[in-house]
Nanobody, 115 residues
């Protein structure tokens, strides 16, 4: 497994979760690290991105609530999710793009927010 995501679960609205994703050493030249999500019946959407320089971007619906971070030495990317809402319920996927333009995907971790 090249990307291993973890940290999903069931949480009440207003709660917090922290997702983690570990990249194997078989992935070379890690550039941008991303978190996507896909809710039932909806298209996959980009939630947050962090570049190799540490610049971050977020979809409007999570700004101020979610924080993406990375630890290059550990080859990890994280998504801290606070003030969770039922509409955040989805399968969350980590994604890595390397300098060669290749995309790598994790297996997904389910986040369920109850009202």
């Amino acid at each position: 497994v090249q990307l291993q995501a973890s940290g999903g679960g069931l949480v009440q609205a207003g709660g917090s979760l922290r997702l983690s994703c570990a990249a194997s050493r078989s992935i070379f030249g890690i550039n941008t690290m991303n978190w996507y999500r896909q809710a039932p019946g909806k298209q996959r959407e980009l939630v947050a991105s962090i570049t190799s320089a540490g610049s971050t971007t977020y979809v409007d619906s999570v700004k101020g609530r979610f924080t993406i971070s990375r630890d290059n030495a550990k080859r990890m990317v994280y998504l801290q999710m606070n003030s969770l809402k039922p509409e955040d319920t989805a399968v969350y996927y980590c994604n890595i793009q390397n300098w060669a333009g290749l995309d790598y995907w994790g297996q997904g971790t389910l986040v369920t927010v109850s009202s």
